[in-house]
C-alpha cells in the first residue's frame, strides 16, 4: 500500500505570493496533519482536519489556512509569504485524528526568496 | 507549556550501543513516539510507548520511560552507520487537538 503522498516535492517562490501544498494520506484514514520544519528544528503543527472538519490549530498566523476534501485528501494554502515560511512541510496521517499514531510524507520543501 | 528537550549530538562507533534522551512536560501525554529523519527526507516511525508502560523493546531499539522524571530514552544496540540520522521524540499536546510536540531532534553520527 502507498504512503503518505505529498506534492510538490520542492517549490520557489516570491515573497508576497500564496502557495498551495497537497497531501494525500494512506488508504483508509481519515485525519491530516500538517506540521512546518524549519531548518535545524523539530517540526511544529499547524492544523489537524478529521472528516473534513478542523480538529486543531496550532500558532501560526491566519496566513495560513486548509482544508480537506470528501476523498480525505488535503491542502494547505500560505498567503502573502515572507521569507521566514521557508521550510519543509509535513504532511501526516492518522486513521481516525484521536491521537492514534501519525504516520508521515516526504515532505515538500518550500523556498521563499 | 509544552516543551520536549533532547540533547543535541550524539556520536559513535559503529556496534556500540547508541543511547538518545529526551525529557518531556505533559504528564497527561499517553503515547510518547521515536522518528527518525534521513537528510532531505520526511519522518519514520520508529517506535511508540504508551504512558502505562516502562519498557518496549523491538529488536535492536529498547524505550525506557520513567513517568515520574518525565524521561524517555531509546537505546540502539549494536549500532551502524546506515543509523546515522536525526532522531526526534515526540509526546502528545492534548490541548491541541491531537497534535504531536517534537524535540529540536538529536544527530547521531556513526563512524566505522
Known amino acids: 500500500d502507498a504512503g503518505v503522498t505529498q506534492s510538490p516535492t520542492h517549490l520557489i517562490k516570491t515573497r508576497g505570493q500564496h502557495v498551495t501544498l497537497r497531501c494525500s494520506p494512506i488508504?483508509?484514514?481519515?485525519?491530516v496533519s500538517w506540521y512546518q520544519q524549519v531548518l535545524g528544528q523539530g517540526p511544529q503543527f499547524i492544523f489537524q482536519?478529521?472528516?473534513?472538519?478542523?480538529?486543531g490549530r496550532g500558532n501560526f498566523p491566519d496566513r495560513f489556512s486548509a482544508r480537506q476534501f470528501p476523498n480525505y485528501s488535503s491542502e494547505l494554502n500560505v498567503n502573502a509569504l515572507l521569507l521566514g515560511d521557508s521550510a519543509l512541510y509535513l504532511c501526516?496521517?492518522?486513521?481516525?485524528?484521536?491521537?492514534?499514531?501519525?504516520?508521515f510524507g516526504p515532505g515538500t520543501r518550500l523556498t521563499v526568496l | 507549556g509544552e516543551d520536549v528537550e533532547q540533547s543535541l549530538f550524539l556520536s559513535v562507533r559503529e556496534g556500540d550501543s547508541s543511547v538518545i534522551n529526551c525529557t518531556y512536560t505533559d504528564s497527561s501525554s499517553t503515547y510518547l513516539y521515536w522518528y527518525k529523519q534521513e537528510p532531505g527526507a520526511g519522518l519514520q516511525l520508529l517506535t511508540y510507548?504508551?504512558?502505562?508502560?516502562d519498557m518496549k523493546q523491538d529488536q535492536r531499539l529498547t524505550v525506557l520511560l520513567n513517568k515520574k522524571d518525565k524521561h524517555l530514552s531509546l537505546r540502539i544496540a549494536d549500532t551502524q552507520t546506515g543509523d546515522s540520522a536525526i532522531y526526534f521524540c515526540a509526546e502528545i499536546a492534548n490541548q491541541a487537538g491531537t497534535a504531536l510536540i517534537f524535540g529540536k531532534g538529536t544527530t547521531l553520527s556513526v563512524s566505522s
Open positions: 510507548i504508551f504512558s502505562n508502560m
Open positions: 501526516a496521517s492518522s486513521p481516525e485524528g484521536g491521537g492514534e499514531t501519525q504516520f
Open positions: 488508504s483508509g484514514h481519515k485525519s
Open positions: 482536519y478529521y472528516e473534513k472538519e478542523e480538529r
